[in-house]
Structures are given as C-alpha cells and as structure tokens.
C-alpha cells in the first residue's frame, strides 16, 4: 500500500474515506483515458500521481462529485482534466 494511503491527512483533506475513492477512481479513469497528469513526477505509477495531484492541491470533488481543480490555471488544465464528455447529461 502507498504510504499516503496510511494516513489520515489524505483522508480529512477530501472529506472522508468514500470521497477519497470516489476523487482516486475518477481520476484513474482519467489518466487511464489519455488525460495528463497535473504534477510534474518521473513515476510511471498513476495511483502516484493521482494521491500527488491530491496532496499538491490539484483536484477535488465538487458537491456534484464530479473532478475539479482548485487553481485556476487556464485552458491546460482544463484540457488536462477532460475525459469522454458523451455520457454527459441527467443522472441515471
């Protein structure tokens, strides 16, 4: 297990352990999907990156649980963030 994984810091930072799956998931899917990482890092690892771009204040949920950034930082990152928009629309 990663060693961010094992404290709580982590955990109260997102607001608890199932946002913190929730955010880890998305993001898997993200990155998996062809989106970029957000931290600079030579660790191949995309849970790495993922818990960093947590820690480093990166990504978020929103009330909605849908991924965020928390700076503002332009089209890059907005562009980094976005996946399969398709099945975009109503809840299910």
């Known amino acids: 297990m990663?060693?961010?994984l094992k404290e709580e810091g982590i955990?109260?930072?997102v607001g608890g352990r199932?946002?913190?799956s929730t955010l880890i998931q998305k993001r898997m899917v993200a990155l998996n999907t062809g989106a970029?990482?957000?931290?600079?890092t030579k660790n191949p690892d995309r849970m790495a990156i993922v818990l960093q771009e947590i820690l480093q204040d990166k990504i978020y949920l929103d009330a909605n649980n849908?991924?965020?950034t928390r700076?503002?930082?332009g089209d890059a990152v907005r562009r980094a963030m976005m996946t399969d928009v398709s099945d975009a629309?109503?809840?299910d």
Do not use: Q, S, Y
Not at 36 to 40: C, H, I, S, Y
């Open 2 to 4: 990663l060693d961010e």
């Open 71 to 73: 700076n503002n930082t």
């Open 18 to 20: 199932f946002k913190l």
């Open 11 to 13: 955990v109260n930072k």
């Open 89 to 91: 629309g109503g809840a």
């Open 66 to 68: 849908e991924i965020r």
């Open 36 to 40: 970029r990482p957000l931290v600079d």
